[in-house]
Every structure is written in structure tokens, then in C-alpha cells.
């Protein structure tokens, strides 16, 4: 058995902390992906992640990389080439890749390139190393027995593996009570109401009744409704009841900010969290692919973006607009670019994360 090191400090020059430190960053396994981290006084100080380019058209994957390490204060990069399991390149052929980021951050004096890895399906290894390969499974195994960085099974799988899961929680079947729900039409200060005790409930690991949980899908079907709740996860009623009054409520704009990550402040992170696991809950229950789930997907694509884990977010918004490609919000999302909470350490959901777990 081995003891919990979540806290120590993870030595990247292993495949094991290499990987943990990866994970721990971007909250999921890359794959078909260019990582870049910062290194600086030895402690790694930011992260990137793109996606693999055609070896043929590298120009664009260059000239991010370039801009995103060149003044930042780093001495030296570590580069992380993750396989595209479907349609494999090899390790040779990306070789080609690592060389030429060198190569450009060279010619334009920026960070050196320290180290290298090779991620592929199976097997991960340092570039230009003698060293045998690791066996990518038997590394993931090790992070988790290790407890390396507080990193779970959960933790160490890709977007797509994420959003899969997220539908097969444990959840009461519920989908006869919809139309009673419906029935029910509540206006908007009751659906505020239930929605609030709801996310108390879940906060407290309280379990909700099957018909509290009809109320709050039906909710999720119409626009404002989806918008207040999401207002409300994040912390303000007040604003949240601002949704449906329209841009002349005195809260208006504080809700276009809660909803935009523009508010300069942290918002309720606990919040956040209860209305993803209430959501799992209801696409879980309803076992189908009509509009409350296009909705939830959907507000999971901002849940998760918020947090600034946008390739999560992004699978979740793909799969509502695979399901309904006329819905807006993903849309919107994909356009804002890094969620501004995210971009404030002090602000964001992984800083928040780090302290209730210390």
C-alpha cells in the first residue's frame, strides 16, 4: 500500500508525476494533444494544451506556442505530444514536432525545451531517451494507488470518456412524473425556490425526491428558467430573479456577468459543483435524448468552462449540439474563449478545489 502523497511534490522526470502533474492541471487525460508547461526556479508555473496539427501544417501550432511561452518569465518548457488513438502517427513522426518548437523558440530567444514525452495509447517515453517505455495503464494504476496529486480513476480519463460518464450515475427513473411536473407550471420565483433547496440538499449529500428531481428537469426546458438556475448555482438570487424581468432589473447586469464569468470575483464554486451532480443525476434518470437532456448538456459545457476546463466543456456542448444543433449556448461558449474566473488563480474553481481538499 502506498501513502498518500497528494501533497508532495511531483517529480516530472518520471512517468508518474509527469502524467499526475498533467492531469492535476487540466482535469482530464489529453489525448490528440500538444501540451506545453512553464518551468520556472524548477516548479512549473503555466499550462497549454492544443490540439496535435497535420505534420504537414504545423505553421498555426507554432506561432501559439511561440506566443504563449515567449515574456512569460519561464526559463524552460516541457513538451507533451499525447497520441490520436484512432489514427496514430507513432512516436517517430512526432519526433519531428518537438524539434521544431525548439527550433522556433531558438530563433526567436525564447524558453528551451528541457524535456520531452511521448503519450501514446499503450506506452509513454521520453523523446531522445535511451530509457524504457512505460506502460501507460500500469502509470495510471500507480498515480491512483499513490493518490499522487489527490488524482482518482475519475480524474485520469479524456473529455470524451468524462461526458460518457456522466450519464450513468447512480439516479431514480423519474420520467412518468414529467407531465405532472408540467401540469404544476410553476412561475419563476417557485422554480427558484425549488431549485435553491435542491442545491442545499446536494451540497449537504441530502438525497432529492423523484418528483423534486421531474420539477427540476422540466424547469430546464424553457430558456430563462435554464438561465436563472445557472445565475443561481453561482451564487445570487437576486440577480438570478433578474433573468426574467428583462434588462431594466436593477440586477440585470450582474446576472449577464455570473453568466459571462465577468464578475471580478469568485462565485459560489459549492454551487456550481451541486447543480453538475444534479444534473448528472437528471440525464441519468431519463435515460433519453430529448430536450431537458440537450439542456443539461448543455449547461454542463458552461459548468465546465467556468471552471476552465474547456475541452471537457466543448464535448459537452458537441453532444447538445449533436442532439439539437439549433441550441445557442454552446455557440456562445465556444466563442468567449478562457472563462475570466479561471484566469485568476485566487478566482478559480482548481484554486477553490485545492483548499477544500487541503
Known sequence: MFENESHKALNVNEATGYLASVVHALGYLPENSLVVQGIHDGMTTYHLRVDLPDLDHTGRVLAIVRDATIGTGSEAIIIGVYEDHQAPQGPTALASLVSEIAAEL?????????????????????????????NVAQVVTEICDRQLAGLTRDSLVTPAQRVERFATVEAPEFADLLDEARAADLDAAQVLTVWES??????????????????????????????????????????????????????????????????????????????????????????????????????????????????????????ALAMDPTIQLPRLIDAMGLCRWAAVREHSWSDWNRRRNQ
Open 106 to 134: 531558438e530563433l526567436f530567444n525564447g524558453p528551451e525545451v528541457v524535456m520531452s514525452w511521448y503519450v501514446g495509447a499503450e506506452d509513454m517515453h521520453r523523446f531522445n531517451s535511451a530509457e524504457a517505455s512505460s
Open 198 to 319: 435542491a442545491l442545499e440538499r446536494i451540497t449537504k449529500h441530502d438525497p432529492i425526491l423523484p418528483s423534486t428531481l421531474a420539477t427540476l428537469a422540466v424547469s430546464l426546458e424553457r430558456t430563462k428558467h435554464r438561465d436563472a438556475v445557472m445565475v443561481l448555482a453561482a451564487g445570487d438570487r437576486a440577480a438570478a430573479a433578474a433573468i426574467y424581468l428583462g434588462d431594466d432589473a436593477p440586477q440585470h447586469e450582474r446576472a449577464e456577468k455570473l453568466l459571462l464569468g465577468l464578475t471580478g470575483q469568485a462565485p459560489d464554486w459549492s454551487g456550481i459543483d451541486a447543480l453538475a451532480e444534479i444534473l448528472a443525476v437528471i440525464v441519468s434518470g431519463l435515460k433519453g435524448n430529448g430536450p431537458i437532456t440537450v439542456q443539461s448538456y448543455s449547461v454542463m459545457n458552461w459548468v465546465e468552462w467556468a471552471k476552465g476546463r474547456g475541452s471537457i466543456g466543448g464535448e459537452f456542448g458537441d453532444k
